[in-house]
C-alpha cells in the first residue's frame, strides 16, 4: 500500500493557501475578486480529482497556487494606496465645499494643539533637553542640611571649606568632586574699553571644569597646584568677555590682564556656550581657590562653598547618599562645636536645577491637554452635525457595496486632515506662544539654582515637531472615530427616502452631542477653577506688604575694587562723595546704600552673641542676617521705624557701635523686654585670624548697641516670612559691594544717566552695574506664580471660547434640525415665548450635567495645585460659585441666540420644506 502522509502534507497546504487565497484579496476590486474567485474555483476543481492527478500535475497546482498567493500579497498594498489616494482626494474636495466648517474646525484644534505645542516645548527645554555638561546624569549638587534646623534657618548650607576638604578625600563614590564660590562680593571692575563694566567672576576649585566635562577653547584649565595659596595669579575668562574687551585678540593668551587693579596671566579661555555659574549674575571670569580668602579655609563656621560631585560609573544617588551620611558622622565627630547636627545631602543636577519648577510645568501640561480635549469634543460635534447634510450620500454609497469599515476610513482620513491643518496652524500660534514664553520671566533668581535654563532652549526643534505631529493624529483619531462610527450605520430606506435621518440614528446622535456638550463644559469648569485659585493666590501675593514702598526707587550695584580701595576710610569717602552728589540732583527724595539689597536672591545669615546670654557651642548660637547701610536707607525704601532712632552722619568709625534690629528679631531674642538699650555681636566682627589655625572670638570686643527697632522687610520673597536682620552703619564696617537705592519723581533713563555721571566724576574707571527699578525686582520676585497663573488664565479663557462654541454650535444645527417642528408647533398656535423656553431648556441640560461632573472633577483635581497656591485653599466656595454661575451665563447666551432664531420662523415656509 502507497504511503498516503505525502499527499495528505500536499493537501493540507494547498487548503492553507485557497483559505489564505480567499481571505487576502477581500479588499481588491471587484473585478480582481471575480478573478481570483473563478481561480479558486478551478483550484477547487482540481482539488476533488487531486488522487486521480499525477504527481507533474499536483506539483503544477501547487506552484501555481503559491504564485497566486504570493500575487495577492502584492496586489493588495498597491491597491490599499490606490484606495488611500482615491480617499485623500475626496476628503479635498468635501472640506473644500464647507470653508466655514473647516476653518470653524481647524481653529479649534490649531487652539488646542498650539497650546500644547508651546508648553511641551517649555517641558522639554527645561525638563526634557540634556544639560549643557558631560555626563550631566551623573551629577550631583552636595549641600551640607541643618538637622536642627530652628523657624527661619536655612535648611540647605553651603560647605565650610575643611568639611569640602574632607569630604573630597573620604568619598569613595565620587569620581571627582569640585567647588566653587560666586556671590555679590565676588565681582570686579573691569576698564580699557570705551566705558568700565563690572565683571562677575567664580572662585572655582581647579578640577571643576574636569567635574563639568568642559575644556577651554583656547589655552588650559588651571592646574591642582594653582589651588594652594601663594600660587601665581592666573584666570580664565568667558569667551564673550574675550570678544566684547579684547576683539578676539588671540596674542592676550599667556599674558597679563588686569582684574581689580591687580595682574593675572590669562591661561584659557571657554568655549562660547559655556556659562557656570549663573547666580548671582553669570560668571565671565574664572579664578582659582588661590584667591580663596585664607580665613575661609580654616574657619569650619564660614560656609560658603558650592559644591559639585560627579559619580562614578555605575554609582547612583542612593549610594552617594549613604556614603556621605557616614562622612557627614565623622566629620561631626572631629569637631562637633561647629558640626553637631549638620548632614550631608546629594542632590541631582537636574533636581536641583528644575525640581520646584517641575510641579508647575506638569500641571500646565495638563491643562493643556484638558484644552485640547475640549477642542476635540467641540470638533467632533461639529462632524456629527455636518453628517446630518451627508446621509444620502453616505446611504448611496452603502447601497452601491462600500463596506461599513471603508467608509469609516473615508471619514476617519477627513478627521486626519483637518488635525494635520490644525496642528501647522497650531504650529504658528506655538511659535508666536513660544516668543511670547520667551521675554516672561518664568524663575526668580535664587542661591540655590546656580544655573538657569537659557530662554533660548525653548525652541521648536525636532523632539517638539515631532510632539506636534504625533498629537494631530491622536486628535484625530480622538474626535474622529464616534462621528465616524455614527455616520457609517444609517438607515439606508429612510435616508434614500428623506431628508432627515431615522429617530433612531438622529437620537443617538443627538445623545452623542449632549454627552460632548457636557465634556466640554467639565473640562472649561475645571479649567476656570483652576484658573480662579491661581489668579486669587497670585493676587493675594500681590497684597502682601514688603515693609517697604518700591514706586520711584531706582537701584543699582557699586563695587569697589579693592585694589584702589584697600581700606574701609576710602570706601567710605568714596559713598559719602557718590550721596553728595545724588542728593544734590533735583528731584531726589533720597540716596543711600545697602548690602544686601532685598528681593536680590541674594541673603546669609551669621551667628550673633547676646550680651549676658550663656556662652553657647557654636551650632546652638542664635543667629541673624546682616545688613550695612548708610544713614538715608530707610528714608530712600520707605521703610518706617517702629521705635528708637534711626542711623546718623556722627555714627562712624571713632562713635561707639550700634545697630538697628528689625521687629522680628525684637520678638524672638527679648520677647520680654524692649531691645531698645541691649547688646549683641556678629561673630564675624568678633573674629581673630590666624594664618594657620581657626579663628578666636572676642565678644566683649564685638558688642553693639541696639538704639532702633525698623519694620520687617520680606527680604527673601513675598510668600516668605521675616528672618532675623541686624542693620550696622556703613561708616562703622564700610562694605567694597554696595547697591545704590534712590527714591525720586525723576524718570530712571534720566537718573541713570546721572546716577553714572556722578560715580565717573568722582572715579572714571569705576563702573555702575545692573541698573533696575526696585518695582521691577519685586516684580522679578513673583515670576514663577506670575508664569503659572498667566499661562493657567489665557488656557481656561481658550476653554471657555471653545465651550461656549460648543454649545453655540450644537444647539444651532438643533434648531435648523427642527426647523419644521418650530414651523407646525407655530402653526398650531404655539407662543414663541413657550418655543424660546422649550429651546433653551433643552440645551441647557448637558451644560448643567457638565457643570456637576465639573465641579466633582474640580474638587478632586484642585488638590495637585496645593503646592503652587498662596493663603488660598483648593475647595474655595467663592471661586467654584462663581465660576458655575459664569459657565450658566455662557451658556445661556449661546443657547439664547439660536432659540432666538427659531422663534422667527415662518411657519408657511417650515410646512413647505422637504
Known amino acids: 500500500m502507497a504511503d498516503s502522509r505525502p499527499i495528505t502534507r500536499f493537501r493540507f497546504w494547498l487548503r492553507l493557501i485557497r483559505v489564505i487565497g480567499v481571505i487576502v484579496p477581500r479588499g481588491l476590486r471587484a473585478d480582481w475578486r471575480q478573478e481570483w474567485e473563478a481561480e479558486l474555483q478551478y483550484r477547487e476543481m482540481l482539488l476533488a480529482e487531486w488522487d486521480k492527478l499525477d504527481w507533474r500535475n499536483k506539483i503544477d497546482l501547487l506552484w501555481h497556487s503559491l504564485g497566486a498567493f504570493v500575487d495577492a500579497l502584492w496586489l493588495q498594498p498597491k491597491r490599499m494606496e490606490d484606495e488611500m489616494i482615491q480617499d485623500l482626494r475626496y476628503s479635498l474636495r468635501m472640506l473644500r465645499q464647507r470653508p466655514g466648517f473647516t476653518l470653524a474646525a481647524v481653529m479649534a484644534l490649531a487652539m488646542g494643539i498650539g497650546a500644547n505645542t508651546a508648553i511641551f516645548s517649555v517641558v522639554n527645554g527645561v525638563l526634557l533637553r540634556p544639560l549643557p555638561f558631560s555626563d550631566p546624569d551623573r551629577l ?3 549641600w551640607q542640611t541643618n538637622n536642627q534646623a530652628r523657624p527661619g534657618d536655612f535648611l540647605e548650607l553651603p560647605f565650610a571649606y575643611p568639611n569640602y576638604d574632607e569630604l573630597r578625600r573620604q568619598s569613595q563614590v565620587c569620581e571627582e568632586i569640585g567647588a566653587w564660590n560666586s556671590d555679590i562680593t565676588t565681582r570686579f571692575a573691569l576698564t580699557g574699553g570705551t566705558q568700565p563694566e563690572q565683571v562677575q567672576y567664580a572662585v572655582v576649585s581647579a578640577n571643576l571644569f574636569s567635574v563639568l566635562g568642559v575644556k577651554p577653547s583656547l589655552g588650559r584649565p588651571f592646574l591642582p597646584e594653582e589651588d594652594q595659596l601663594g600660587s601665581p595669579r592666573v584666570a580664565i575668562i568667558s569667551y564673550g568677555l574675550w570678544q566684547r574687551h579684547w576683539a578676539g585678540d588671540q596674542k592676550i593668551l599667556g599674558q597679563p590682564i588686569t582684574f581689580n ?54 554609582a547612583t544617588p542612593t549610594h552617594a547618599q549613604a556614603e556621605m551620611e557616614t562622612i557627614a558622622r565623622r566629620i561631626e565627630q572631629q569637631d562637633p562645636q561647629f558640626n553637631r547636627g549638620l548632614g550631608i545631602r546629594p542632590i541631582p543636577l537636574r533636581r536641583q536645577l528644575t525640581g520646584h519648577l517641575r510641579h508647575g510645568l506638569f500641571v500646565l501640561l495638563g491643562v493643556v491637554g484638558f484644552v485640547l480635549l475640549i477642542a476635540c469634543a467641540n470638533v467632533a460635534n461639529l462632524l456629527l452635525a455636518r453628517a446630518s447634510t451627508r446621509h444620502q450620500e453616505i446611504a448611496v454609497r452603502l447601497a452601491l457595496g462600500a463596506t461599513r469599515l471603508r ?34 520671566p518664568y524663575n526668580a533668581a535664587s542661591y540655590y539654582i546656580p544655573y538657569n535654563i537659557p530662554h533660548d532652549q525653548i525652541t521648536l526643534d525636532g523632539q517638539v515637531l515631532g510632539f506636534t505631529f504625533a498629537l494631530s493624529l491622536l486628535a484625530g483619531m480622538i474626535f474622529g472615530l464616534a462621528p465616524a462610527f455614527q455616520s457609517s450605520r444609517p438607515d439606508i430606506n429612510t435616508a434614500l427616502k428623506s431628508v432627515g435621518w431615522s429617530s433612531g440614528s438622529g437620537s443617538r446622535r443627538q445623545r452623542t452631542r449632549n454627552l460632548l456638550v457636557a465634556a466640554e463644559v467639565a473640562l472649561s469648569l475645571m479649567l476656570l477653577v483652576g484658573a480662579g485659585l491661581m489668579i486669587k493666590s497670585f493676587i493675594r501675593l500681590q497684597e502682601i506688604d514688603p515693609g517697604f514702598e518700591p514706586e520711584n526707587v531706582l537701584t543699582a550695584e557699586i563695587n569697589l575694587p579693592g585694589r584702589k580701595y584697600s581700606d574701609g576710610q576710602k570706601i567710605a569717602a568714596f559713598h559719602d562723595q557718590l550721596l553728595e552728589r545724588l542728593a544734590a540732583i533735583p528731584g531726589v527724595e533720597a540716596a543711600g546704600l545697602v548690602s544686601p539689597l532685598p528681593m536680590s536672591g541674594t541673603n546669609g545669615s551669621t551667628a550673633i552673641f547676646i550680651d549676658g546670654a550663656p556662652d553657647l557651642e557654636p551650632r546652638d548660637r542664635p543667629r541673624a542676617h546682616p545688613r550695612t547701610i548708610t544713614p538715608a536707607y530707610f528714608q530712600a525704601m520707605g521703610m518706617r521705624m517702629v521705635e528708637g532712632r534711626t542711623f546718623t552722619e556722627r555714627d562712624d568709625a571713632q562713635a561707639p557701635r550700634v545697630a538697628i534690629i528689625n521687629e522680628t528679631m525684637a520678638r524672638r531674642y527679648w520677647p520680654a523686654q524692649s531691645a531698645i538699650g541691649q547688646r549683641a ?22 558688642m553693639r548697641e541696639i538704639v532702633g527697632i525698623v519694620r520687617d522687610v520680606k527680604h527673601d520673597g513675598l510668600e516668605i516670612e521675616p528672618r532675623p536682620e541686624m542693620y550696622i552703619p556703613n561708616r562703622q564696617r564700610p562694605e567694597p559691594g554696595m547697591n545704590l537705592v534712590i527714591r525720586s519723581e525723576i524718570d530712571s533713563v534720566t537718573l541713570a544717566a546721572a546716577v553714572r555721571g556722578a560715580v565717573s566724576a568722582i572715579d572714571p574707571d569705576q563702573p555702575v552695574a545692573n541698573v533696575k527699578l526696585m518695582s521691577q525686582m519685586l516684580a522679578d520676585s513673583v515670576a514663577k506664580p506670575r508664569f503659572n497663573s498667566f499661562l493657567l488664565t489665557i488656557f481656561a479663557a481658550v476653554a471657555l471660547i471653545l465651550s461656549a462654541t460648543g454649545v453655540y454650535g450644537v444647539m444651532s444645527y438643533t434648531v435648523a434640525a427642527r426647523t419644521r417642528e418650530m414651523g407646525i408647533r407655530l402653526a398650531l398656535g404655539a407662543q414663541a415665548v413657550k418655543v424660546l423656553k422649550l429651546v433653551i431648556f433643552q440645551g441647557m441640560k448637558p451644560v448643567i450635567a457638565g457643570i456637576v461632573f465639573g465641579l466633582a472633577g474640580a474638587y478632586a483635581l484642585t488638590r495637585v495645585m496645593a503646592t503652587l497656591l498662596f493663603e488660598v485653599s ?30 422667527k420662523v415662518d411657519p408657511v415656509m417650515a410646512l413647505k420644506e422637504e
Open 261 to 314: 587693579g591687580q595682574s593675572y596671566t590669562l591661561v584659557g579661555i571657554m568655549p562660547p556656550s559655556f556659562v557656570f555659574p549663573r547666580f548671582p549674575r553669570d560668571a565671565e571670569v574664572w579664578l582659582p581657590f588661590s584667591n580663596l580668602a585664607q580665613a575661609r579655609r580654616f574657619s569650619p563656621g564660614t560656609r560658603s562653598l558650592n559644591v559639585m560631585a560627579k559619580l562614578k560609573a555605575g
Open 874 to 903: 483648593t475647595t474655595d466656595s467663592t471661586i467654584f460659585a462663581s465660576v458655575a454661575v459664569l459657565l450658566v451665563l455662557v451658556a445661556l447666551l449661546a443657547c439664547y441666540l439660536p432659540a432666538r432664531r427659531a422663534t
Open 407 to 440: 467608509l469609516v476610513r473615508q471619514l476617519l482620513t477627513e478627521s486626519t486632515i483637518l488635525a494635520l491643518t490644525g496642528g501647522i496652524v497650531g504650529l504658528l500660534l506655538a511659535k508666536w506662544g513660544i516668543g511670547l514664553l520667551s521675554i516672561i
Open 681 to 702: 555681636a556678629f561673630d564675624f566682627e568678633t573674629m581673630k585670624f590666624f594664618p594657620d589655625r581657626p579663628p578666636l572670638f572676642d565678644r566683649a570686643g564685638g
Open 140 to 142: 550631583m549638587i552636595v
